[in-house]
């Protein structure tokens, strides 16, 4: 029987790519996104190349009925939900004088609440069958306390936090729990930051920019892969690529280096802005 995930925010970005890897795998997968169209399209792409299958759903993860009444009608089509991906999101940059209640408001009601409808919608589906895999997108910035992007990052501690304590909570229970910490990847969500709010400086941030900090912006297909490694081996958190290792061992064992670091971003936006 082929095995089932959901995957919010899957219309584009780390989400299609782990869409056409599980398709790939033979899964079927239901990609779930605000941008219905997008979502649609990816669906009958991924379809096409088989020779798993997937479906598209509208939906807004910061409606908590609306995403459990999704994760329940896969579930009862399906008779099953092997997979909950938590990966909707969106992102935040400025200084915290530049941004407004708005942008934190608007990052924590994707990024942390988003995750949390998710859980909640997921997590006992996953209990009653008895097996499950819930995996929620977090970042490097979860874990290496960036600068110019505070709500952002404050969500991504936040949905490593609560990654880590639902996997304590399911482990003998036969749900498995995993964080995505991925550092810059390329994505849409690099040219759109602070969508739909007021713009800051960072809102014209390029990707010549980013890669001040990461040489080179890690494609979405191989973060994927990363990801159905980092599942096989049940990891808790799944840290890519390398540099992106190396930055969070950085944060945890050297913190006043990665404060350092954050320090000369700070200094270089400032200069730049």
């Known amino acids: ?3 089932v995930a959901v995957i919010t925010g899957g219309g584009s970005g780390i989400g299609r790519a782990i869409g056409a890897e599980l398709v ?9 996104d605000i941008d219905a169209e997008a979502a649609e399209h990816a669906a009958k792409r991924l379809t096409d190349a088989g020779p798993g299958r997937a479906g598209a759903m509208e939906l807004d993860v910061t409606d908590g009925p609306a995403v459990a009444q999704a994760y329940r009608s896969v579930r009862d089509e399906h008779g099953r939900l092997d997979f909950a991906f938590n990966n909707a999101g969106i992102g935040i940059g400025g200084l915290v004088e530049e941004l407004t209640l708005e942008h934190w ?4 009601d994707v990024n942390l609440r988003g995750v949390v409808h998710g859980v909640q919608a997921a997590y006992p589906l996953m209990l009653e069958q008895g097996s499950g895999h819930i995996v929620n997108t977090a970042s490097l910035a979860g874990l290496a306390m960036p ?10 501690y936040a949905v490593v936090g609560l990654s880590l304590a639902l996997r304590a909570e ?3 229970r036969g749900v498995k729990v995993s964080a995505l910490c991925p550092s810059f990847v390329d994505t849409p969500l690099l040219d759109n930051i602070n969508p739909g709010l007021p713009q800051t400086p960072a809102s ?9 900090v990461q040489r080179r912006i890690y494609p979405a297909d191989e973060l994927a892969r990363d990801v159905m490694r980092g599942m096989a081996a049940n990891k808790a958190l799944i840290i890519a690529p390398a540099h992106a290792r190396v930055l969070a061992w950085m944060a945890r064992h050297l913190p006043a280096m990665a404060l350092a670091v954050n320090r000369r ?5 400032l200069r730049q802005r």
């Open 1 to 3: 029987m082929s095995r």
């Open 24 to 32: 790939r795998h033979g899964c079927t997968v239901v990609l779930a």
């Open 105 to 108: 408001n608007r990052c924590i």
């Open 147 to 156: 600068a110019i992007m505070a709500p952002y990052t404050a969500t991504k």
């Open 170 to 172: 399911g482990a003998s």
């Open 204 to 212: 014209r941030r390029t990707r010549a920019q980013i890669r001040r």
């Open 265 to 269: 971003e700070v200094a270089a936006y």
